[in-house]
């Protein structure tokens, strides 16, 4: 891997120990994590572990309630989307800002028109933006016969690539992708999770945010998990095995725990209530108890 | 079922073409299904501000109608949805296009309406006025008019009600904006004044009943020394008429109105209203009708270059009974 | 969808026939009300040829309708296609026009200085209207129905108030007489206006930064804010716009008609949206355009007019305008279709 330096070692974009509150709700305590230049910092968590909020605070929605957010450890505080985005912090939604009805250069080029000519006759370059979408799709591994087809008209994991590709282009340091395979089929994932990878090559920090470990090990540097608005950790890829990332994401110290309980239970009844029950019980424990290893 | 879709958009397309088709042909031969003279192949369009749906237009379309039969002429009829003087004067530039032997046309805004009528004058097209414009006719190159002259109209008005006593009235005006219908009232308060009296002109909207009635009321409340209302047209003496009822004033405040309708003809004859003003506007429709075939084929017009007049003609209570029957007809 | 190292275009892709041209028409949005321009205009000239509406006079009165139509329908386009509806531009020209009469035969302004002070109003007024939905975020359906009333209401109420009457005639207008309603014949300046202003209309829609905006507006505000483009702005912009198109029309109509009354344009927001629907905007935003709105405001002046010229009864006018507009949707739609399936 051989990304530019940077700094140093120094991560592109860093949050210490940030929480953030909606009224009595603690969406987040006390989370830290960054990314560095080519690196994949994969973001995980169940259903509402606290990912989109985590998501706007780093695109600059929202700001963070304590804690700090660092650029090149800086510290910064983004009034606006437009901010983070001034400072090359890209974010691909899952909606993705595209327009299914406008063409792939239109669209590729929005709120960044090249121009030629200048005054009342500056015009928006067309041929330009047409040549370039596609070279720059090309680079990212899609020949796009025509890019003056509507966007509609690409197939999930097409489309996602081309706002991968528009915000690598215009400069990003670091991608944060939300969810991108969430909706997608399993071929389709993978395409996507190959444009994550040569994003990395590119020397960009990735954040890819997904609730699904099997597309996150592959791909990932390191890992962060999230329950219930608070981390679990940073873990990197030497640390972890697959099967403990998947354990960890289900939820398996709870199961296990919930596994013993049942099994107490089980013998305080048994001493008092017909074996059958009893049986059933610890049967029901035991299975738990298999599913928090793992097997 | 993929054949039956493709032919969805291609069979409703064709159905719309037919219906429209239809309606065409179906109009032109109602305007020549006619028990009466033999065609003469003489075309005669007719453009008034006032929709055939307002009952007091319905009666000058009837004469234009039967002018049609009795003379064999074809006629059309056209009208802007709204009070709108643009869309009139297209109307007007539209059926001179078509190239008419004659243009009846009502004059309700000479500035609007000028224009189009020159043109029409330049292209040759002889062309009657009725109804309104009876001031300007004459500098716009029309031949002659046909209707009542409205100051004098309502001075007429204004002596009948002064003589009955009225001394402070309400004169309710349902399209403001007619030159005509501001000169109804004009005419009416002089001839008020002159009586000793005052005149308040209350200003209502013709297409909503319910909130002229209301504002009549209102206007009533605000001032209980009102002996007396007048109104333009049924489109105000209706909401008047009801007015005055719910509020129990019939005897106290007397009721008198322009132009005829079924409700006012019946008040006038049970006494709850003192009389109306008729101006005859099936002579407005009839009688143009008649002018303009003859000046096509014998070069005749009347007038003298000065108008025709079809009113005012009173109907009051002695008369009502012979008037309702006749306006069962669509004829008064 | 494998890397390649072949330069883009140079492999032959077997799922992909030649574009030519033929194909880049279909995909436009204007293609069906091209056709349904085409297909009343044949109607028309079938069962009215002889009546008059093939000649001189016959075209020049509906291509003066559809102008006026038009002037105001292309700015609508534009608005409509970044998402958003102007339905007070009726009582702009009503409020524009009694202005412009009230400032020259009330209060003896010069009758250039009355027209540059109705522009200003109105510019003033569009972008009230702007700010107004940007701000609250209401649908802008709902705050232009407001001001639909209250602009027609004060017009009214004022025009009242001063002279007491409702319509103001009799003004010189013999200097801008030309300019603005000028005639080549039997065809109105008018015409020269409309056409101008959709020439401008398209080119800033197709090849400039703000026709970019005007359509990432309309397809995805909050997204479009999101990586850039000035939505706001370009917003309360094109609201000020439609009102400078009803304040231009007002000026035309005051020209021809030497007279202002405070009901002129009522329902023209309502025409206006027809046309603009007939010429292939969709209503909910992101894509059209303004030369759609050209055809469709052509497409209304014919039927608008041919129907007189025909000779059918009034009584049946509103039914017949309402069926061939619905024909010419149909048109536009199935075209559409037609042209969605050949490119898949």
């Not at chain 3, 349904?36 to 205009?41: F, H, P, Q, R, T």
Request: charged share 15%; with cysteine.
């Amino acid at each position: 891997m051989t990304a530019p330096a940077t700094n140093g070692d120094l991560p592109l974009l860093e949050v210490d120990g940030i929480s953030k509150y909606f009224g009595t709700v603690i969406a987040l305590q006390d989370i830290s994590m960054g990314v560095r230049a080519g690196e994949v910092m994969c973001v995980l968590g169940d259903n509402g572990a606290g990912k989109s909020t985590l998501i706007k605070i780093l695109s600059g929605v929202h700001q963070p309630d304590e804690g700090h957010y660092l650029i090149e450890g800086e510290k910064v505080r983004f009034a606006s989307p437009r901010d983070a985005l001034a400072r090359g912090i890209a974010t691909v939604y899952q909606d993705l800002a595209m327009i299914p009805l406008l063409s792939i250069w239109r669209n590729f080029f929005l709120g960044s028109e090249p121009t030629k000519g200048w005054g009342p006759l500056k015009r928006f370059d067309v041929g330009f933006a047409q040549q370039t979408s596609r070279d720059e799709l090309w680079k990212m591994g899609i020949d796009v016969r025509d890019t003056a087809q509507p966007v509609g008209t690409l197939s999930g994991g097409e489309r996602q690539s081309v706002a991968i590709a528009r915000a690598v282009y215009f400069g990003a340091k670091v991608l944060i992708l939300d969810e991108p395979t969430s909706a997608l089929g399993v071929k389709q994932a993978g395409v996507v999770l190959r444009y994550i990878v040569q994003a990395r090559a590119r020397g960009l920090g990735v954040i890819f945010i997904t609730h699904n470990p099997h597309h996150a090990y592959p791909v990932g540097d390191r890992f962060t998990l999230l329950n219930r608005g608070r981390s679990y950790g940073t873990f990197a890829k030497v640390e972890l095995s697959r099967e403990e990332l998947v354990q960890m994401m289900a939820g398996g110290r709870e199961l296990e725990e919930l596994s013993h309980e049942l099994d107490e239970f089980a013998q305080a009844d048994a001493d008092g209530a017909s074996g059958a029950e009893a049986e059933a019980l610890q049967r029901a424990a035991q299975e738990l108890g298999d599913e928090a290893k793992g097997s | 079922m993929p054949a039956r879709k493709r032919l969805f958009w291609p069979a409703m397309i064709i159905a719309l073409v037919m219906v429209v088709a239809a309606g065409c042909g179906s109009s032109k031969k109602s305007t020549s299904s006619s028990s009466g003279a033999k065609k003469t192949g003489i075309r005669i369009a007719v453009v008034t501000h006032g929709q055939a749906s307002d009952p007091f237009w319905s009666v000058v379309k009837n004469g234009v109608d039967q002018a049609a039969k009795d003379t064999g002429a074809t006629v059309t009829y056209q009208a802007p949805g709204t009070f709108d003087m643009v869309a009139m004067s297209r109307l007007i530039d539209a059926a001179v296009a078509s190239k008419p032997d004659g243009l009846v046309v009502s004059i309700p805004d000479a500035n609007a309406l000028g224009p189009s009528i020159k043109k029409a004058v330049a292209a040759g097209i002889p062309v009657v006025s009725i109804n309104s414009g009876s001031d300007v006719f004459q500098s716009l190159g029309v031949l002659t008019h046909v209707g009542q002259t409205e100051f004098e109209a309502g001075l007429g008005g204004g002596e009948r009600m002064g003589a009955a006593g009225v001394r402070n009235a309400l004169c309710v005006n349902q399209e403001v904006g007619n030159a005509a219908l501001d000169l109804r009232c004009k005419g009416f308060t002089q001839s008020i004044q002159k009586a000793g009296g005052k005149v308040k002109v209350l200003s209502v909207n013709l297409a909503n009943p319910t909130d002229t009635k209301q504002r009549i009321t209102n206007a009533i409340r605000a001032d209980s020394s009102i002996d007396g209302v007048f109104t333009l047209g049924p489109t105000g003496a209706s909401p008047a008429l009801s007015a005055l009822q719910a509020a129990n004033l019939l005897s106290k405040i007397k009721l008198a109105t322009f132009d005829l309708s079924p409700d006012v003809l019946q008040a006038i004859s049970d006494g709850k209203m003192l009389f109306a003003i008729d101006q005859q506007q099936y002579l407005q429709g009839y009688l143009p009708i008649v002018f303009l075939s003859l000046y096509k084929q014998f070069g005749l017009m009347p007038g003298g270059g000065n108008a025709i007049l079809t009113g005012p003609a009173f109907v009051t209570k002695d008369n009502a009974a012979q008037v309702i029957d006749l306006s069962k007809k669509g004829i008064r | 969808m494998a890397v390649t190292d072949v330069a883009p275009g140079m492999r032959a892709d077997e799922r992909m026939r030649r574009a030519g041209l033929l194909r880049r028409l279909l995909n436009r949005p204007e293609l069906g009300a091209a056709g349904g321009v085409v297909i009343v205009w044949v109607i028309f000239a079938v069962i009215a040829g002889d009546r008059g509406f093939l000649g001189t006079s016959g075209t020049a009165s509906y291509l003066e309708v559809a102008s006026e139509l038009g002037i105001l329908a292309v700015p609508v386009s534009l608005l409509m296609i970044a998402g958003e509806f102007d339905l007070s531009i009726g009582s702009i020209v009503g409020a524009s026009g009694m202005a412009i009469a009230l400032l020259d035969v009330q209060y003896h302004w010069p009758l250039w200085a009355a027209i540059l002070a109705a522009v200003a109003f109105s510019l003033l007024i569009g972008f009230l209207n702007g700010l107004v939905v940007v701000k609250t975020r209401l649908p802008s359906f709902i705050v232009t129905l407001a001001s639909l009333f209250i602009f027609r209401g004060v017009t009214i109420a004022v025009t009242r108030r001063i002279t007491g009457r409702t319509e103001l005639g009799g003004i010189d207008i013999s200097s801008v007489r030309v300019l603005f309603a000028g005639h080549v014949d039997a065809y109105s300046a008018s015409i020269l206006w409309w056409l101008g202003i959709a020439v401008l209309a398209t080119w800033v829609l197709l090849r400039t930064r703000v026709g970019n905006w005007i359509f990432g507006s309309g397809g995805a505000a909050e997204a479009a804010r999101n990586i850039g483009v000035p939505v706001n702005r370009v917003k309360i912009g094109l609201f000020m716009t439609t009102a400078f198109a009803g304040c231009l029309l007002a000026i035309i109509d005051l020209v021809k008609f030497a007279s202002a009354d405070v009901l002129r344009g009522t329902q023209l927001e309502f025409q206006a949206i027809i046309a603009v629907v007939i010429g292939g905007t969709l209503l909910t935003g992101g894509y059209g355009s303004a030369v759609g709105a050209v055809f469709g405001a052509l497409i209304f002046g014919m039927v608008q007019q041919g129907i007189v010229i025909t000779g059918v009864d009034a009584d049946w006018f509103q039914v017949f305008l309402g069926g061939m507009l619905i024909l010419a949707v149909l048109v536009n739609s199935y075209i559409r279709r037609k042209a969605a399936e050949a490119r898949r």
